[in-house]
T-cell receptor
Framework: AQSVTQLGSHVSVSEGALVLLRCNYS??????LFWYVQYPNQGLQLLLKYTTGATLVKGINGFEAEFKKSETSFHLTKPSAHMSDAAEYFCAIASASKIIFGSGTRLSIRP | AAGVIQSPRHLIKEKRETATLKCYPI?????VYWYQQGPGQDPQFLISFYEKMQSDKGSIPDRFSAQQFSDYHSELNMSSLELGDSALYFC????????????FGPGTRLTVT
């Protein structure tokens, strides 16, 4: 069965600093991996996804993630944090006919 | 581009009442998925349908039922509501087999009092 584990339920960075949100996956087959963002009282917005091909995936709002099979990781990064990036971020993996979400990481941005 | 439509967006019910949530998939999408996100929780898969047939089932309570209609829209029916059913309910849609192209709706926030 497929699963994802997000390391750190809360991450706080200063505005302009590097954002790094960690996600490790477990899968017996080549995985489909996703990062979603959820702003307070909002729905889920897809940031980026990895299916096949290039392991460095670029998404919206300046985010990117790198699929590393050797480390079973799919960490999300952004070079320079902005106040508007404050939100909940979910790593997710496709499993059969559904998507399984990680427990989420709340990103806070310090002025 | 057309997105997944969910209605209502907000719903307030009392304990033991029933509720019906509706989901209208992206045009030509034939597969619908339902997820439940409790307060401070990650979304949990409930159930999915393809061509009006249930295709997968997750941790959906027996008090809940769902179906997909010939126009591919889906309804989630919840009976004997409990306080713990208060959550954000997401619907997503895709073409069959294209789970990595699953698009989420804005969600219905159900509050049970």
């Amino acid at each position: 069965a497929q699963s994802v584990t997000q390391l750190g339920s809360h991450v706080s960075v200063s505005e302009g600093a590097l954002v790094l949100l960690r996600c490790n996956y477990s899968s017996s087959v080549p995985p489909y991996l996703f990062w979603y963002v959820q702003y307070p009282n909002q729905g889920l917005q897809l940031l980026l996804k990895y299916t096949t091909g290039a392991t460095l995936v670029k998404g919206i709002n300046g985010f990117e993630a790198e699929f590393k099979k050797s480390e079973t990781s799919f960490h999300l990064t952004k070079p320079s944090a902005h106040m508007s990036d404050a939100a909940e971020y979910f790593c997710a993996i496709a499993s059969a006919s559904k998507i399984i979400f990680g427990s989420g990481t709340r990103l806070s941005i310090r002025p | 581009a057309a997105g997944v439509i969910q209605s209502p967006r907000h719903l307030i019910k009392e304990k033991r009442e029933t509720a019906t949530l509706k989901c209208y998939p992206i045009p030509r999408h034939d597969t619908v998925y339902w997820y439940q996100q409790g307060p401070g929780q990650d979304p949990q898969f409930l159930i999915s349908f393809y061509e009006k047939m249930q295709s997968d089932k997750g941790s959906i309570p027996d008090r809940f039922s769902a179906q997909q209609f010939s126009d591919y829209h889906s309804e989630l029916n919840m009976s004997s509501l409990e306080l713990g059913d208060s959550a954000l309910y997401f619907c997503a849609s895709s073409l069959e087999g294209y789970i990595y192209e699953q698009y989420f709706g804005p969600g219905t926030r159900l509050t049970v009092t």
